[in-house]
């Protein structure tokens, strides 16, 4: 099972520029440039709290909070992602003096979202907004960001120019003197600078750090404030809010404004931020009771929005309700309609939301033009046209991802390289094109080189005190890997850094539950390969309860339904899903059983073109790839002409033989084959152990062959030849050889008698009816079963006829990987009867020499003895008889074989066994091996070798030696 890369940097800008700009572009010009219109409410809301991550590893419970259907924040969970410019901000008051940071409430959103970036955000891009606001002439922010860019870089020239241009009025604390007094407080010191403790906790909530903020203040209240009041209570209410603890912060904000001790504009700002905080209780209300549930989510904010049509938190509590729920398109009907009402006016403060909603419903070309048009309108102020500039260059590069991922989702490598190429001469810089890089070099094997590139990135930005915008491709890389803890353990740092913004924490949540729906894929995998098709099924469900409508998960319940043997229904729910896959799509993650269910059916044809999809495709796990290749070569002798070459020697005690086997079968046409074959035998009898005359025997036969095949793999074929002084004939029909069951029923006029050497040597035939059976009974249990029923002939004289049941059952310990070999073991069976002829027909008696020789030995011995003359020629026949064929076999045994196919040219088996023989009463054993070559794809050679402990020839029990070698060359 293989689990499939989603663009995380594509999903961040998603699910944080959606709503970048929709507090930043209405704040700013309903406050700043006072173009709202009579239908919103200019009320500024409050700084929305963002959700903290726990410390490692993370707790269930914030994890749940972190997901995004379910965010209890608005506009902080909806941040652009790290690197992002934001939009331009109003110009406070100059900086109080002795005052580090300034206060945060006088910073617009905006301010606040370029403040919690500043730690994240990579120092050219802080220098670039200092120059800005240097234009804007906003003391506040330029100080902000001289501070973090010289936190950093203390001899940066650009932001020592800028510091030098501030007024010599403003008092400024030295870097690093906040932190420190900070640290102080934390140890349980006490400090006489409180008030730069609390500036420091403002600090701190415009990183994004509000839950330390609390600490901090809780913690200088307790030791330096303890039953007295406490001046900065409004600091703390501020920061409770933004941690999210709304009842807090609104009995906070009633103390403040009750409490005359509190400077009026301080009372008047709490008592102005009550009906919003309540508000807000309100709709993070409607946001847990619609967890887990985004069209829920959507009902309750459009009930709000009926009940407050003109009230500005009702409008972002909408849109976010709209995305969450990925209704793009309605949020996009939403913004032009109210776009239109308010006359299109120019400069429209909702613009940038408009483009965004166009670029989370991927409609990239009107996203385009969207942001094309902000950053050329001087309406527009400098950072907000940089925020669309960077935009731009955005929504091209997740377009060449998203054409780049559809490549390798679709197994099209051409494709997915030059999406890279495109990346790499364009936008060589984007964090992106280090990602998708990264991400190609996995999916074609070097996810060792993807993660030192990733790893050596990750440490120069660890160097600058940055946090690593590609750690979610980290986690990819491992997750292709399949090494699920170390992606998991990746994806947690994510969550865990405080520096990473909201969305990609998010999106790092849902990256948890793919690594766990992949890693429970995998179990099942295993288990399948394995052979525990139950505990397969119980995963099965497991994964039908996490993700019933993943392609994965339909196509892991069909390979159930294969390994349950319901090969027709695996083959309908496979070309389903398939026939479902958009046109052009090359990869497909049930390509590999669907071949095997078409091969199982007896489809040769489409079984070998679906396979070859696979070997020749790309993208495909190696597993998959492993079987393909295999598979194929099993199937070509059934679908090309091919020429097999096959000589078998043997050595026991009535000596020595060789048989040459020569076939040739054509391709098909229309649904015909046809054949020939050649074959010849040569004995070397050893004269002292066996009764037949002469020493040296040859035997010849050919004839040719004519099959015809029918649907799911059946097939009938007939053969026709001779041989010295008779014609071959026979006839079949069955069932293709395939990975499932196979079979064939047959029958054979005069052909070689097998059971001997020496019955080979004076040219015995058999008229056979005879069968065979195999396959799988479950993806552990292997069988096979042949038999027949013959009558034995030499020279058209009737020697007897017998039957021949030969049966095996295996376990299959280990299936077959490409890194390690399939181990059996299993319990086997032979057993013949023959029950000949009371005396030796005349063809016999001609060709053995020891039944001619006593008569004249012992001529008047016979004539004086009739006991003698009656006894001597039963006794003898019978000998005789019994060395040609035996009367009985009987073994039962066990065998381990252990099978293993070595890169793309080498396989080799190796099988020991041990048996009792019941007709000599005793325990024997026996032992093979095997190897074949491809020589080439067309091309083949191989070699066995066999001993057995009992030969049956003339009962003696002596040992016998086989040795194969062959070859098979397909045109």
Same mark, same amino acid.
């Given at each position: 099972?293989?689990?499939?890369?989603?663009?995380?940097?594509?999903?961040?800008?998603?699910?944080?520029?959606?709503?970048?700009?929709?507090?930043?572009?209405?704040?700013?010009?309903?406050?700043?440039?006072?173009?709202?219109?009579?239908?919103?409410?200019?009320?500024?809301?409050?700084?929305?709290?963002?959700?903290?991550?726990?410390?490692?590893?993370?707790?269930?419970?914030?994890?749940?909070?972190?997901?995004?259907?379910?965010?209890?924040?608005?506009?902080?969970?909806?941040?652009?992602?790290?690197?992002?410019?934001?939009?331009?901000?109003?110009?406070?008051?100059?900086?109080?003096?002795?005052?580090?940071?300034?206060?945060?409430?006088?910073?617009?959103?905006?301010?606040?979202?370029?403040?919690?970036?500043?730690?994240?955000?990579?120092?050219?891009?802080?220098?670039?907004?200092?120059?800005?606001?240097?234009?804007?002439?906003?003391?506040?922010?330029?100080?902000?960001?001289?501070?973090?860019?010289?936190?950093?870089?203390?001899?940066?020239?650009?932001?020592?120019?800028?510091?030098?241009?501030?007024?010599?009025?403003?008092?400024?604390?030295?870097?690093?003197?906040?932190?420190?007094?900070?640290?102080?407080?934390?140890?349980?010191?006490?400090?006489?600078?409180?008030?730069?403790?609390?500036?420091?906790?403002?600090?701190?909530?415009?990183?994004?750090?509000?839950?330390?903020?609390?600490?901090?203040?809780?913690?200088?209240?307790?030791?330096?404030?303890?039953?007295?009041?406490?001046?900065?209570?409004?600091?703390?209410?501020?920061?409770?809010?933004?941690?999210?603890?709304?009842?807090?912060?609104?009995?906070?904000? !009633?103390? *403040? /404004? =009750?409490?005359?001790?509190?400077?009026?504009? &301080? $009372?008047?700002? %709490?008592?102005?931020? #009550?009906?919003? @905080?309540?508000?807000?209780?309100?709709?993070?209300?409607?946001?847990?009771?619609?967890?887990?549930?985004?069209?829920?989510?959507?009902?309750?904010?459009?009930?709000?929005?009926?009940?407050?049509?003109?009230?500005?938190?009702?409008?972002?509590?909408?849109?976010?309700?709209?995305?969450?729920?990925?209704?793009?398109?309605?949020?996009?009907?939403?913004?032009?309609?109210?776009?239109?009402?308010?006359?299109?006016?120019?400069?429209?403060?909702?613009?940038?939301?408009?483009?965004?909603?166009?670029?989370?419903?991927?409609?990239?070309?009107?996203?385009?033009?969207?942001? !094309?048009? *902000? /950053? =050329?309108?001087?309406?527009?102020?400098?950072? &907000? $046209?940089?925020? %669309?500039?960077?935009? #731009?260059?955005? @929504?091209?590069?997740?377009?060449?991802?998203?054409?780049?991922?559809?490549?390798?989702?679709?197994?099209?490598?051409?494709?997915?390289?030059?999406?890279?190429?495109?990346?790499?001469?364009?936008?060589?810089?984007?964090?992106?094109?280090?990602?998708?890089?990264?991400?190609?070099?996995?999916?074609?094997?070097?996810?060792?080189?993807?993660?030192?590139?990733?790893?050596?990135?990750?440490?120069?930005?660890?160097?600058?005190?940055?946090?690593?915008?590609?750690?979610?491709?980290?986690?990819?890389?491992?997750?292709?890997?399949?090494?699920?803890?170390?992606?998991?353990?990746?994806?947690?740092?994510?969550?865990?850094?405080?520096?990473?913004?909201?969305?990609?924490?998010?999106?790092?949540?849902?990256?948890?539950?793919?690594?766990?729906?992949?890693?429970?894929?995998?179990?099942?995998?295993?288990?399948?390969?394995?052979?525990?098709?139950?505990?397969?099924?119980?995963?099965?469900?497991?994964?039908?309860?996490?993700?019933?409508?993943?392609?994965?998960?339909?196509?892991?319940?069909?390979?159930?339904?294969?390994?349950?043997?319901?090969?027709?229904?695996?083959?309908?729910?496979?070309?389903?899903?398939?026939?479902?896959?958009?046109?052009?799509?090359?990869?497909?993650?049930?390509?590999?059983?669907?071949?095997?269910?078409?091969?199982?059916?007896?489809?040769?044809?489409?079984?070998?073109?679906?396979?070859?999809?696979?070997?020749?495709?790309?993208?495909?796990?190696?597993?998959?790839?492993?079987?393909?290749?295999?598979?194929?070569?099993?199937?070509?002798?059934?679908?090309?002409?091919?020429?097999?070459?096959?000589?078998?020697?043997?050595?026991?005690?009535?000596?020595?033989?060789?048989?040459?086997?020569?076939?040739?079968?054509?391709?098909?046409?229309?649904?015909?084959?046809?054949?020939?074959?050649?074959?010849?035998?040569?004995?070397?009898?050893?004269?002292?152990?066996?009764?037949?005359?002469?020493?040296?025997?040859?035997?010849?036969?050919?004839?040719?062959?004519?099959?015809?095949?029918?649907?799911?793999?059946?097939?009938?074929?007939?053969?026709?030849?001779?041989?010295?002084?008779?014609?071959?004939?026979?006839?079949?029909?069955?069932?293709?050889?395939?990975?499932?069951?196979?079979?064939?029923?047959?029958?054979?006029?005069?052909?070689?008698?097998?059971?001997?050497?020496?019955?080979?040597?004076?040219?015995?035939?058999?008229?056979?009816?005879?069968?065979?059976?195999?396959?799988?009974?479950?993806?552990?249990?292997?069988?096979?079963?042949?038999?027949?029923?013959?009558?034995?002939?030499?020279?058209?004289?009737?020697?007897?006829?017998?039957?021949?049941?030969?049966?095996?059952?295996?376990?299959?310990?280990?299936?077959?990987?490409?890194?390690?070999?399939?181990?059996?073991?299993?319990?086997?069976?032979?057993?013949?009867?023959?029950?000949?002829?009371?005396?030796?027909?005349?063809?016999?008696?001609?060709?053995?020499?020891?039944?001619?020789?006593?008569?004249?030995?012992?001529?008047?011995?016979?004539?004086?003895?009739?006991?003698?003359?009656?006894?001597?020629?039963?006794?003898?026949?019978?000998?005789?008889?019994?060395?040609?064929?035996?009367?009985?076999?009987?073994?039962?045994?066990?065998?381990?074989?252990?099978?293993?196919?070595?890169?793309?040219?080498?396989?080799?088996?190796?099988?020991?066994?041990?048996?009792?023989?019941?007709?000599?009463?005793?325990?024997?054993?026996?032992?093979?091996?095997?190897?074949?070559?491809?020589?080439?794809?067309?091309?083949?050679?191989?070699?066995?070798?066999?001993?057995?402990?009992?030969?049956?020839?003339?009962?003696?029990?002596?040992?016998?030696?086989?040795?194969?070698?062959?070859?098979?060359?397909?045109?």
């Amino acid at each position: 099972m293989k689990t499939k890369y989603h663009h995380k940097a594509s999903v961040n800008v998603l699910a944080g520029c959606f709503f970048a700009l929709l507090v930043a572009t209405f704040v700013l010009h309903a406050e700043d440039n006072k173009l709202v219109t009579e239908k919103v409410s200019p009320t500024k809301p409050t700084v929305v709290p963002a959700q903290q991550a726990p410390v490692v590893p993370p707790t269930a419970i914030a994890v749940e909070e972190l997901r995004p259907a379910t965010s209890a924040s608005v506009p902080d969970s909806l941040l652009p992602p790290p690197g992002a410019p934001v939009a331009a901000a109003t110009s406070p008051g100059p900086l109080e003096d002795g005052e580090e940071v300034q206060r945060p409430l006088p910073f617009s959103e905006q301010e606040l979202r370029v403040l919690r970036s500043s730690a994240s955000l990579p120092i050219e891009q802080l220098v670039q907004l200092m120059t800005v606001y240097e234009k804007l002439e906003n003391v506040a922010m330029m100080d902000a960001l001289v501070r973090a860019i010289l936190k950093r870089d203390p001899t940066n020239e650009e932001a020592l120019r800028v510091q030098g241009t501030l007024s010599p009025e403003v008092e400024t604390r030295s870097a690093g003197y906040l932190d420190a007094l900070s640290l102080q407080v934390l140890k349980g010191e006490k400090v006489e600078d409180t008030d730069s403790v609390a500036l420091q906790a403002n600090a701190l909530v415009m990183e994004g750090r509000a839950i330390d903020a609390v600490t901090l203040l809780e913690k200088l209240q307790k030791q330096q404030f303890a039953g007295a009041w406490f001046p900065y209570l409004d600091d703390l209410a501020e920061a409770v809010a933004e941690v999210g603890d709304l009842n807090r912060a609104e009995k906070l904000y !009633q103390e *403040i /404004s =009750a409490d005359t001790r509190f400077a009026l504009e &301080t $009372r008047q700002e %709490a008592m102005q931020l #009550l009906p919003s @905080i309540a508000l807000r209780k309100r709709i993070a209300n409607l946001r847990q009771a619609a967890r887990g549930n985004p069209a829920q989510l959507v009902v309750s904010a459009e009930g709000l929005l009926r009940e407050m049509p003109n009230q500005y938190e009702a409008i972002v509590f909408y849109i976010e309700a709209l995305d969450k729920a990925s209704l793009y398109d309605r949020a996009v009907d939403f913004l032009t309609e109210m776009k239109r009402k308010e006359g299109n006016p120019e400069g429209w403060a909702w613009e940038p939301t408009l483009a965004y909603a166009y670029y989370g419903g991927r409609k990239f070309d009107e996203a385009l033009g969207r942001f !094309q048009a *902000i /950053s =050329a309108s001087p309406a527009y102020d400098p950072v &907000t $046209r940089m925020d %669309a500039d960077s935009m #731009l260059v955005e @929504i091209k590069v997740t377009q060449i991802v998203m054409d780049g991922m559809s490549g390798i989702e679709q197994g099209q490598k051409s494709r997915a390289e030059a999406a890279l190429k495109r990346l790499e001469t364009d936008y060589p810089n984007h964090p992106d094109t280090l990602g998708y890089r990264a991400l190609l070099l996995a999916k074609n094997g070097h996810s060792d080189e993807a993660l030192q590139l990733l790893m050596a990135k990750k440490s120069e930005a660890v160097a600058q005190g940055l946090p690593f915008t590609q750690q979610d491709s980290v986690a990819d890389v491992y997750l292709a890997r399949k090494e699920f803890d170390k992606a998991r353990s990746a994806t947690y740092e994510i969550i865990n850094e405080p520096s990473y913004d909201l969305s990609m924490k998010q999106s790092a949540v849902e990256m948890l539950d793919e690594i766990a729906l992949a890693e429970l894929m995998e179990k099942g995998s295993i288990a399948l390969q394995d052979g525990n098709r139950r505990d397969a099924r119980v995963i099965l469900g497991q994964l039908q309860q996490i993700a019933p409508q993943s392609i994965d998960v339909r196509v892991f319940q069909a390979e159930v339904e294969l390994a349950y043997n319901q090969v027709e229904l695996a083959y309908e729910q496979l070309s389903a899903i398939k026939a479902a896959m958009p046109i052009g799509s090359m990869q497909f993650a049930g390509q590999n059983a669907l071949a095997m269910a078409q091969y199982r059916l007896g489809d040769l044809e489409s079984a070998d073109r679906g396979f070859e999809e696979i070997e020749r495709g790309w993208g495909y796990a190696v597993e998959d790839v492993f079987d393909a290749f295999w598979q194929r070569r099993a199937l070509a002798p059934q679908l090309r002409a091919n020429g097999t070459f096959d000589t078998l020697f043997q050595d026991d005690n009535e000596g020595q033989a060789l048989t040459t086997e020569v076939r040739y079968a054509s391709g098909w046409h229309n649904n015909w084959r046809f054949g020939a074959f050649g074959i010849m035998d040569l004995q070397w009898l050893d004269e002292t152990s066996t009764f037949v005359e002469g020493a040296n025997h040859q035997r010849y036969e050919a004839g040719v062959s004519v099959q015809r095949r029918f649907s799911k793999g059946r097939y009938v074929e007939a053969h026709i030849g001779g041989y010295g002084d008779g014609v071959l004939y026979g006839f079949e029909v069955g069932k293709f050889a395939n990975p499932g069951i196979y079979w064939s029923l047959g029958f054979e006029g005069n052909a070689r008698g097998m059971q001997s050497s020496s019955l080979a040597a004076i040219n015995g035939r058999e008229d056979r009816v005879q069968f065979q059976v195999g396959g799988v009974i479950t993806d552990r249990w292997v069988f096979e079963l042949d038999g027949n029923y013959f009558w034995s002939k030499v020279g058209g004289d009737r020697l007897g006829q017998g039957f021949t049941l030969n049966g095996a059952v295996d376990y299959i310990i280990k299936a077959e990987t490409p890194t390690r070999a399939e181990w059996s073991v299993g319990y086997y069976a032979e057993y013949q009867r023959f029950k000949g002829r009371s005396s030796l027909p005349p063809s016999v008696r001609r060709e053995v020499r020891k039944a001619l020789q006593p008569q004249t030995q012992v001529k008047s011995a016979l004539a004086a003895n009739e006991e003698l003359r009656g006894a001597l020629p039963a006794d003898f026949g019978s000998e005789v008889m019994d060395s040609l064929i035996d009367p009985e076999t009987n073994r039962h045994g066990v065998r381990m074989t252990v099978r293993k196919h070595f890169g793309d040219r080498w396989a080799a088996y190796v099988q020991g066994r041990v048996y009792y023989a019941a007709d000599d009463k005793s325990v024997e054993y026996a032992a093979s091996v095997g190897a074949e070559y491809y020589l080439s794809q067309s091309a083949l050679i191989y070699a066995e070798l066999r001993y057995d402990s009992n030969g049956r020839a003339l009962g003696t029990g002596s040992g016998v030696v086989e040795a194969n070698v062959g070859g098979m060359l397909l045109f």
